[in-house]
């Protein structure tokens, strides 16, 4: 029996008000979303010196000890500093207190981290073994500086939560420091060479020092110091928990600096940096936004009526599909995880500019490949099966390498990829004698 799937069942873009508008095609999804303890994973093993120990079921504990291993040796300097306690049905019955304060010190003598991060899992959430009692009982027996990040899926729908909690529990480690004037962290930003970016580049022309960049270059010591900023950045969303932590207990402000692709809000965010290191930078901003605003004129004659579905990206999801409405795209499908700061912003911006698309949950492609006829989208954003898009003559974009870029370079990166993708889109169908047959009207 095959079974249809129908885009009424969507919500739009108008209709979406909390995570719960964000509706799906079937109630099974394919592939599906990571749960919080891939963001951990994401996140904690970038820091040197620190161990997780991931606390969970066979299935828990050999996942993330797959994953690492294998980042680990696709990334250079990365260190797998993963160690699994997998229960059994006796803990899961009696509670596994005595056992997990043991395997703690073991740890503690055998490896001498300078940390612990204790990482529970659903099971161990339903059951209710309590972490922190364990914790605040064997601090005083260890070195290490001991914290605890809980993972439950089944009260969320994806990997950002384990992102957020591993950045806020980072704060344990941190210690008061003299502040230094022309000194900032870089936080929630999880790739290498931020150093290179515009943004970067720009203020350490002007003396700025990078003081810390968390997580992606740091480690426990490095973390203790990071009370030395006098400006964090916030480059990420998942970041700004620990950004306003950090603010209340240290007395550090900050800016959200995403990886805007709006010129407004990337020269709002160029500014407000500037006023709170009291730099000044008007004459190369102005340089860059004017760079951007030549590049967009000269590619919204070639952008303008090309219709979209936006995938999974490494962007705001509103964010960017309101970005590609501004250039004359035209927006069919977004998908989504969840609402985020800001998207009540960029949803409006989207119905402003005209368009209403419909919304549905991430991760669950195999549904959606059976309504793109109905869609007709001459873009793909976002990672799918290239030949099901081929087949069906829709052109596909990624963006991975984007995700490293701040400022104006990000909008910048993102035209000129969108645009080559075009050209060679184009060539290559007039090598085989075929027309996009999604093209728009």
Known sequence: MHYEYRLDKLKKVSETETAKDIKQLSHAQFPGTHCPLFGVALTAGYVKDLFTLVVG??????????????????????????????????????????????????????????????????????????????????????????MVVHTEHFKCNSHIPGIERSLEALIELM?????????????????????????LKLLQSKGI?????????????????????????????????????????????YVYFDKYLSLDRVEKGYYEVAEKLNIDIKKEVAAYRAAADAMMETLKPVFGGKTFIYGNTPMLAFEFSSFLCEMGMIPKLIMARDLYINDDQYMKEIN????????????????????YGELKPNI????????????????????????????????????????????????????????????AS
């Open 57 to 146: 079921t066979d299935e828990c504990t050999y996942y993330t000890k797959t994953f690492t291993m294998e980042r680990s040796n696709s990334i250079e300097g990365l260190e797998d500093n993963f160690l699994s306690f997998a229960i059994n049905q006796d803990d899961v019955v009696f509670g596994c207190q005595e056992k997990l304060e043991k395997a703690i010190k073991k740890i503690d003598q055998e490896y001498k981290p300078k940390a612990i991060l204790l990482v529970t899992t659903c099971v161990l959430e339903i059951i209710g073994e309590d972490f922190e009692a364990i914790v605040y009982a064997i601090q005083d027996e260890v070195k290490a500086k001991l």
């Open 209 to 253: 020092e990078i003081n810390l960049v968390l997580p992606s270059s740091c480690s426990v010591d490095r973390i203790a110091t990071a009370p030395q900023a006098a400006l964090n950045i916030v480059t990420d969303f998942t970041a700004i928990n620990l950004a306003e932590k950090m603010k209340k207990k240290f007395g550090i402000d």
């Open 352 to 371: 402003e500019l005209g368009f209403d698309p419909y919304v549905t949950r991430i991760a669950n492609i195999a549904p959606l490949q059976q309504i």
């Open 175 to 199: 210690e008061e420091q003299p502040t230094k004037e022309n000194a900032i962290n870089i936080i929630g930003h999880r790739y290498d060479g931020v150093e290179n970016t515009e943004l």
């Open 380 to 439: 793909y954003v976002g990672h799918e099966n290239p030949r099901n898009l081929m087949e069906r003559g829709i052109m596909q974009v990624t963006l991975d390498m984007v995700a490293k870029k701040l400022g104006f370079e990000v909008p910048m990166t993102v035209m000129k990829i969108i645009s080559a993708a075009m050209n060679n889109f184009e060539s290559m169908n007039k090598m085989t004698g075929k027309e996009n047959h999604h093209a």
